[in-house]
């Protein structure tokens, strides 16, 4: 049974930063990409910023390039997502999913991943 769990999510001013982590269960970790996505009331499920299987390549959505961190483990089968200079705009339930696929195009698509975890709340007040 694969199982992703996030975690670190909370309550953050603008301008603070929170990790996210997201381990993962039931699967062989090092072989799927793994990606972020965040949804807020309202809105649409979005893509935040993926990791490619090893680590080396990264991708962001705009709104976060240069706040937003990815990092992986895989020793770990852990994912992690490092926000910082947090905006009220960044308030959302943030997922991890791993998905099979390797390219970015795929990666920065929702319908291109196969497991999903339950998601953690993200609110930053202003």
């Known amino acids: 049974q694969v199982r992703l769990v996030e975690s670190g999510g909370g309550l953050v001013q603008a301008g603070g930063s929170l990790k996210l982590s997201c381990a993962a269960s039931g699967l062989t970790f090092s072989v799927y990409g793994m990606g972020w996505f965040r949804q807020a009331p309202g809105k649409e499920r979005e893509f935040v910023g993926a990791i490619s299987r090893n680590g080396a390549n990264t991708y962001y959505t705009d709104s976060v390039k240069g706040r937003f961190t990815i990092s992986r483990d895989n020793a770990k089968n852990t994912v992690y997502l490092q926000m910082n200079s947090l905006k009220p705009e960044d308030t959302a339930v943030y997922y991890c999913?791993?998905?099979?696929?390797?390219?970015?195009?795929?990666?920065?698509?929702?319908?291109?991943?196969?497991?999903w975890g339950q998601g953690t709340q993200v609110t930053v007040s202003s």
């Open positions: 999913a791993a998905s099979a696929y390797y390219s970015e195009t795929s990666l920065r698509r929702s319908a291109y991943y196969r497991y």
